[in-house]
T-cell receptor, first 111, second 114 residues
Framework: SQQGEEDPQALSIQEGENATMNCSYK?????LQWYRQNSGRGLVHLIL?????REKHSGRLRVTLDTSKKSSSLLITASRAADTASYFC???????????FGKGTHLIIQP | KAGVTQTPRYLIKTRGQQVTLSCSPI?????VSWYQQTPGQGLQFLFE???????NKGNFPGRFSGRQFSNSRSEMNVSTLELGDSALYLC?????????????FGSGTQLSVL
């Protein structure tokens, strides 16, 4: 079953603008991770935030986590054409079902 | 250091056949997990192996099986293929099963069942 649900499903912005994607989940988690996937290839890990953290930064990425609302957001600042990809949140509940991925946000950066 | 290698990259099979997919993890990684990705269901967890033992299994029928060898390489097998098994099968490796370990994914095997 899908734990994370990303919003929006698709997002198209101009190069240089900021992109924000949201993820909601249903059960308690140990951590939440964001991955990027280019054109049906493998996923690339972007950033991990633990359940006791509220915000984390990595380069142009900023992730927030609100465990009371069971939601997370990924902000990509100063977007570039190379950021065009699908972005997935994945929750780790510490159970026996591995990471649970949402269906992703497809981000298109217009040059 | 080489990344996760999956072979073959593309595969076409017919209903009723069986298929074996291979995954070589990053050197030193002992955990391998498999995911199925389809447009309708998204990414779904199949199973996870560590030190040749299956640690976790997702909600898939018994037609889906896997194994891990002593060198950490893993294979997954799907028997009696159905049209709905058409998907991108992704393998991921990590150093351990410790909480918070990030996964390194291969490029996947695109399976088409006709």
């Amino acid at each position: 079953s899908q734990q994370g649900e990303e919003d929006p499903q698709a997002l198209s912005i101009q190069e240089g603008e900021n992109a924000t994607m949201n993820c909601s989940y249903k059960t308690s988690i140990n951590n939440l991770q964001w991955y990027r996937q280019n054109s049906g290839r493998g996923l690339v890990h972007l950033i991990l935030i633990r359940s006791n953290e509220r915000e984390k930064h990595s380069g142009r990425l900023r992730v927030t986590l609100d465990t009371s609302k069971k939601s997370s957001s990924l902000l990509i600042t100063a977007s570039r054409a190379a950021d065009t990809a699908s972005y997935f949140c994945a929750t780790d509940g510490g159970g026996a079902d591995g990471l649970t991925f949402g269906k992703g946000t497809h981000l298109i950066i217009q040059p | 250091k080489a990344g996760v290698t999956q072979t073959p990259r593309y595969l076409i099979k017919t209903r009723g056949q069986q298929v074996t997919l291979s995954c070589s993890p990053i050197s030193g990684h002992r955990s391998v997990s498999w995911y199925q990705q389809t447009p309708g269901q998204g990414l779904q967890f199949l199973f996870e192996y560590f030190s040749e033992t299956q640690r976790n299994k997702g909600n898939f029928p018994g037609r889906f099986s896997g194994r891990q060898f002593s060198n950490s390489r893993s294979e997954m097998n799907v028997s009696t293929l159905e049209l709905g098994d058409s998907a991108l099968y992704l393998c991921a490796s990590s150093f351990s099963l410790r909480e918070g370990e990030k996964l390194f994914f291969g490029s996947g095997t695109q399976l088409s069942v006709l």
